[in-house]
C-alpha cells in the first residue's frame, strides 16, 4: 500500500494547463523532493494532493483510500466531504510563508486545531506542544507571537503545528524559499529530523543540496510533466534529460 | 453664565435623545453589519447580490433622504411610526451599509494563506471565520469603525427633520427665540466631548489590540 498515489493528475487554471498527467507513488517513510522551475507545476501538484486544489482529471488514494477518481464522464469525482476530511487529516501541510496565526501566540498556534478539531483536552494538547517544541528548538518562544520571531523560527513553529495534528505524511511547499538565507539551514535542519524519524515526506523545493542529501526519490518537473525521477545520485548527480541539465546548471551556478 | 445654566437642563435632555438614538444605532447595526459584511462575500450568489444591491441603495441616497422616506413615505402606505423609531430604523439601515463595507473589506483583507492554514487543519469554515478571520478584522476594521462612530454621532443631528428634539434642534430653538449665539456654541461643546470620547476611547482599543502586528 502506498503512503500516496497520484495517478495521470490532470490541471487546468482556466485555459492554462498547469499539470499535464503527473502521477506520483509514495511508499511509508519515503522522502520525496519535488524540483523544478517555477511555473513547472511542482507546487499546484502538491497542492492537489491534499485538495488545496482540485483536480480535473486524475486518481489521488491517500493510504490506499480513494480521494478522488475519474467518473465515468473521464472528469475526476471526489469522494464524499467526509472521506476527504478523514483523508487530509493525515497529511500536514507547510507552507512557503508560513501563515501562522498572528493573533495567536505560539503555544495557542499548536494547540487550536488539536482542541477545535480533534477534541484534545486543551491540558493534554499543551503538553504535546511543548514536546514538538522543544523538538523544534523553539520551548522558550511558547508564549511569543509569531511576529516576535524569524522566518526561520515562524516556519519551525508552522511543522511544529502541522505536527500537532499527528499526520502520517508531511507536505512542504517550498518551506525555505521565503526565507533569508542564513535561516534556511535550521528548518532544513528541522526536516532531516522528521527524516530520520521515519516521517513521510513530499517536499517541494529549491534547494538541491537538501534533495540531494536527504530525498530517497528525486523528482524533476517541468511544463506540468515530470521529466526525469528516480534517486537523488540519478537524477541530480547524474542528471539525462537536457532540461535537468539546464535545470541545475542554473540553480547550482546561483550558489 | 446664569443664560448657559438655565439653557442646559433642556439641553442634556435634548443630548440624551442624540444618545440613545446613537448607541440603539451602534448596538443593533454592528451586529448586523458584521452579517452582512460576510454575506457580501458569501459564495452564495443571490446573497451577495442582494447584500451588493442593499448596499448600493443606502450608501447611494442622502441618509436625509431615508429618514424622510422612512417616516413620511411609509406613512403614505399606512405604516405610521413613532418618529424616533422611525429614525433610529433609518440610521440602523444606513449604517449597516456602511458598517458591512468596512467588514467587507476587512474580511477581504486577510491572506489567502490563512484560509489554507486553517482548511488544512481541518477548521470548519465556521471555526475558520469567527476563530482566524473575524479577530483578525476587527484590528484591521478599528480605525474606519471608529471613523463611522465619530459620523454617527454628528449624523444624528439630522433627526431634527422628524422634528425630534434632539441636541442641535434644541439649540437651534433657543437661538431663535433668544436671538442669540451660545446655545449654538453650547451644542458644539457637547458635540466634541462626545466626538473626544469616543476618539479616547478608539485609542484605547487599538493599544489593547497591538499585541501582535
Redesign the interface.
Known amino acids: 500500500m502506498y503512503m500516496v498515489q497520484a495517478l495521470d493528475i490532470y490541471k487546468k487554471f482556466d485555459e492554462l494547463e498547469v499539470l499535464k498527467g503527473v502521477s506520483l507513488q509514495v511508499e511509508k517513510g519515503q522522502v520525496i523532493a519535488i524540483i523544478g522551475p517555477s511555473g513547472s507545476g511542482k507546487s499546484t501538484f502538491l497542492r492537489c494532493l491534499?485538495r488545496?486544489e482540485t483536480i480535473d482529471s486524475g486518481t489521488i488514494e491517500i493510504e490506499g483510500e480513494i480521494m478522488v477518481q475519474n467518473g465515468p464522464g473521464g472528469k475526476a469525482v471526489y469522494r464524499s466531504e467526509d472521506t476527504i476530511?478523514r483523508l487530509?487529516?493525515k497529511?500536514?501541510?507547510v507552507?512557503q510563508?508560513f501563515?501562522?496565526?498572528?493573533?495567536k501566540s505560539v503555544l495557542d498556534n499548536l494547540i487550536?486545531?488539536p482542541v477545535?478539531?480533534?477534541k484534545v483536552e486543551p491540558a493534554r494538547a499543551k503538553e504535546t506542544a511543548r514536546v514538538l517544541l522543544e523538538k523544534v528548538g523553539l520551548s522558550e518562544k511558547a508564549n511569543n507571537?509569531?511576529?516576535e520571531l524569524s522566518g526561520g523560527q515562524q516556519q519551525r513553529v508552522a511543522i511544529a503545528?502541522?505536527l500537532a495534528?499527528n499526520p502520517d505524511i508531511m507536505c512542504f511547499d517550498e518551506p525555505t524559499s521565503a526565507l533569508d538565507p542564513e535561516l534556511t539551514g535550521e528548518v532544513l535542519q528541522v526536516m532531516k529530523g522528521l527524516a530520520v524519524e521515519n516521517m513521510t515526506m513530499i517536499v517541494v523545493t529549491h534547494e538541491i543540496g537538501f534533495a540531494r542529501e536527504v530525498a530517497d526519490q528525486v523528482i524533476f518537473m517541468d511544463d506540468g510533466i515530470i521529466i526525469e525521477q528516480g534517486s537523488a545520485e540519478d537524477v541530480i548527480v547524474n542528471p539525462q534529460h537536457e532540461r535537468t541539465i539546464a535545470f541545475l546548471s542554473k540553480v547550482l551556478m546561483a550558489r | 453664565m446664569d443664560y448657559i445654566m438655565m439653557l442646559l437642563p433642556p439641553m442634556i435632555k435634548g443630548w440624551t435623545v442624540t444618545l440613545q438614538l446613537f448607541f440603539l444605532t451602534l448596538c443593533v447595526a454592528l451586529p448586523i453589519g458584521i452579517a452582512m459584511g460576510i454575506a457580501r462575500v458569501s459564495r452564495l450568489k443571490p446573497l451577495k447580490w442582494f447584500m451588493e444591491f442593499y448596499v448600493w441603495i443606502f450608501r447611494g441616497t442622502p441618509l436625509l433622504l431615508q429618514l424622510l422616506f422612512v417616516y413620511f413615505g411609509l406613512m403614505t402606505v399606512g405604516l405610521r411610526m413613532e418618529r424616533f423609531n422611525a429614525a433610529a430604523l433609518a440610521f440602523v439601515l444606513n449604517y449597516s451599509a456602511y458598517l458591512a463595507e468596512i467588514f467587507r473589506s476587512g474580511i477581504q483583507s486577510i491572506?489567502k494563506?490563512?484560509y489554507?492554514?486553517a482548511?488544512?487543519?481541518?477548521?470548519t469554515r465556521f471555526?475558520t471565520m469567527t476563530?482566524?478571520v473575524l479577530?483578525?478584522v476587527f484590528?484591521r476594521v478599528l480605525p474606519p469603525i471608529g471613523n463611522e462612530v465619530i459620523n454617527l454621532v454628528k449624523d444624528s443631528a439630522l433627526i431634527y427633520v422628524l422634528a425630534i428634539s434632539e441636541l442641535l434642534r434644541v439649540a437651534k430653538n433657543a437661538v431663535m427665540r433668544d436671538e442669540t449665539f451660545i446655545p449654538f456654541i453650547v451644542a458644539a461643546v457637547f458635540y466634541l466631548f462626545m466626538t473626544a470620547v469616543f476618539q479616547q476611547f478608539f485609542k484605547w482599543l487599538e493599544t489593547k489590540y497591538n499585541?501582535?502586528?
Open positions: 491534499n488545496l476530511f487530509r487529516q497529511m500536514g501541510m507552507f510563508n501563515n501562522l496565526f498572528p493573533h487550536l486545531a477545535m478539531v480533534n507571537f509569531p511576529f503545528r502541522a495534528m | 491572506e494563506g490563512q489554507e492554514a482548511d488544512v487543519l481541518g477548521l471555526q476563530k482566524i479577530p483578525q484590528k499585541y501582535y502586528h
